[in-house]
């Protein structure tokens, strides 16, 4: 491998509307990958709280599939190399996990760390989706976008890993997608593009995002039925839409900004959009 980036994107921190999910299974799907490490799942993860999944036919059990944490290899379009760090959020030894996979990025020549997430935003699906970023540096952080103001926030394994790499001089950044909070429990892949488009960014890679666009025009026009069948929920959006352009407009002028704000309530309208996917089928 000639200088990959490390890319991490692991189950069990915050992943609205399953954008990081989403986005490393198009990347995936975009080239060959190859198998590089497993971790002591024994050792990292709960399985009280993960379970596996037993696999009955016809009452007999055919085999158990387990949670696990690996690494892979995979190669973007442009050739640049590409390490995926996926599977499950370890339960357990966090510093020696970070140790673990900062040797391993060491040892393979890993020039930069990005990692992939999303969060509940007050954000219109009318709007683009908006990326804000943790970094290592104020300028690789610029390059993304930045949440403004000073916040103290629980961290998942990704920014430890940020700090790890900081810490021997290598960047690292933490691309997040804001997702529209009413669609936060399912899948929307708009974040999912948009988190790719990030990675592209920083990173120098060139993954497309053309297997989504099916996708994000399926979703955008269920929600659309549904708001526009509800005059609460155009309210709603409208507020929303005009939140949004605010905080940009206060962004383009160096306002500090957490880029959040009071949320609508959704909760309406995310009740009806789910009961919608699952008599459609989805």
């Not at 379009?77 to 990025?105: I, Q």
């Not at 497309?208 to 509800?230: C, H, K, Q, W, Y």
């Amino acid at each position: 491998m000639d200088a990959p980036i490390l890319l991490v994107a692991l189950d069990g921190w915050i992943d609205a509307g399953g954008a990081a999910a989403r986005a490393v299974e198009s990347i995936v799907a975009q080239g060959e990958s190859t198998h590089v490490a497993t971790f002591d799942a024994d050792a990292l993860l709960d399985f009280r709280a993960r379970r596996p999944i037993l696999h009955l036919v016809d009452g007999v059990n055919t085999g158990l599939t387990w949670s696990a944490t690996e690494l892979h290899a995979t190669v973007a379009p442009n050739g640049t190399d590409v390490l995926l760090l996926t599977g499950v959020e370890p339960d357990h030894a966090w510093n020696a996990f970070a140790d673990s996979v900062l040797a391993l990025a060491v040892e393979l020549g890993c020039r930069m760390q990005v990692g992939l997430g999303a969060y509940p935003a007050a954000a219109p699906h009318t709007r683009p989706v908006q990326l804000s970023a943790t970094a290592s540096t104020d300028d690789l952080a610029a390059q993304v976008g930045l949440v403004r103001g000073t916040v103290d926030v629980p961290a998942g394994i990704e920014a430890v890993l940020e700090q790890r790499f900081a810490g021997i001089g290598l960047p690292a950044v933490g691309v997040w997608a804001q997702v529209p909070h009413y669609v936060a429990a399912m899948r929307y892949p708009a974040a999912a593009a948009r988190l790719i488009e990030g990675l592209n960014l920083v990173a120098g890679t060139d993954f497309g995002t053309e297997d989504l666009d099916t996708e994000i025009g399926a979703m955008r026009t269920r929600i659309d039925e549904l708001v526009e069948s509800n005059p609460q929920h155009v309210a709603m959006i409208r507020q929303l839409e005009e939140a949004y352009d605010e905080s940009l407009e206060a962004m383009a002028g160096d306002e500090p900004s957490l880029g959040g704000g009071e949320l609508p309530s959704g909760d309406e309208l995310a009740e009806e959009l789910q009961r919608f996917l699952r008599e459609q089928g989805d």
